[in-house]
Structures are given as C-alpha cells and as structure tokens.
C-alpha cells in the first residue's frame, strides 16, 4: 500500500505521548515508503505526526478544509493552524470534502486517538466501506486500550442486530504501531 490515510486530533493540550505516538506513526510510514494524507493541520498530533514523516523524507499530502481557522482551543495557542511547506496541498469546501478527498486518495486508513472529528472521520470511512463504496483496511490504533470502549460499543450494536458481523469485522484493532505496519505492508 502506497497512500495511507491518518486520522487524529488537532488540540495542542492533549497529552505529550499521543504527540510522540503522532511523531513516530508519521515517521514509521515514511520510513517504510508510504505516502501520508492527513488533515493538513499544524497543530496537535496533527502537526506531529506531519513532523514525524518529513523528518523520514517522506511524502505528506494535506487536506484541509477553506477558511478554517481551528477551535477555540487553537485559536487561542497562537500556533498558525495550517501546517507548512507539505509535498501537497489540497483545499476544500468544507469538512464533508475533506473527508471524501481523503478516503478517495489513501488505501487505508489508521485511526489515533483522538476526538469527535476523528470518530466522524473513522464512522465515515467505516460507513463507506459497509455500503460497498470501497473494501479499504480501517485500523484503529488502540494505544494502552484508548479504543476499548468502542469495541464494546461495536459488541453491543451486534449483540442488538444492528450490526453485521462483517461490519465490525471490517475494523482492526490493532495495539502497536508495529502491528498496523505489519498489515500494510
């Protein structure tokens, strides 16, 4: 796989060890040849994870939304929201473009942890793969179990007959960043 799709958080108050998880995914996909699309942002593990894959030479595509300027949180950092100097740039109307440019250029995506726009995000690619717009591996990156919780939402809405197994099925959860490369490759 060629072009993979990250999707994380942009608060640049969340905790130093998702930033250097962020850094070392950025790093490790670059390092292993692969192409990052990602939501464009400076900030956050965002920003770090954009670091982390030029530092390894790689290649970072961005997408990011027309005139956003960030949360309030952001905002208010003063750090500028846009992240700099990327191999691409792409501009869209809005968040619903964003997300359907991502999943239209990756072949995979991972998902860090992160907050709402992350579980959007990640609902969105999942969705897509259910209704058979495409059969893209989706891994959530279940840092010192971050996504448990979901596994036992994704249990619980099979267990009612919402959910087909193959469904949930279409999901990787996976602990290390060794074990998402390891299927990507």
Known sequence: MKNIAVYLGS???CKDVYKGLAYEMGYR???????????????????ALADGAKAAGG?????????FQGTKEVRESGIPVVRQNLTRFIETADFAERKQVMEDLSEA??????SFGTMDELFT?????????????IFLFNFEGYYDPLKQLLA?????G????FMA???????????ILASLS
């Open 11 to 13: 608060a640049p108050a």
């Open 29 to 47: 996909l670059a390092a292993a040849g692969m192409t990052l699309v990602y939501g464009g942002a400076a900030v956050g593990t965002m920003g």
């Open 59 to 67: 290649a970072v595509i961005g997408v990011f939304p027309k005139g």
């Open 109 to 114: 995506c991972i998902v860090m942890p992160g």
């Open 125 to 137: 690619y999942a969705c897509n793969r259910a209704i058979d717009k495409h059969t893209k591996p």
């Open 156 to 160: 619980n809405m099979q267990e009612a």
């Open 162 to 165: 919402f959910m087909k197994p």
């Open 169 to 179: 099925a279409a999901i990787t959860f996976c602990d290390t960043i060794e074990e």
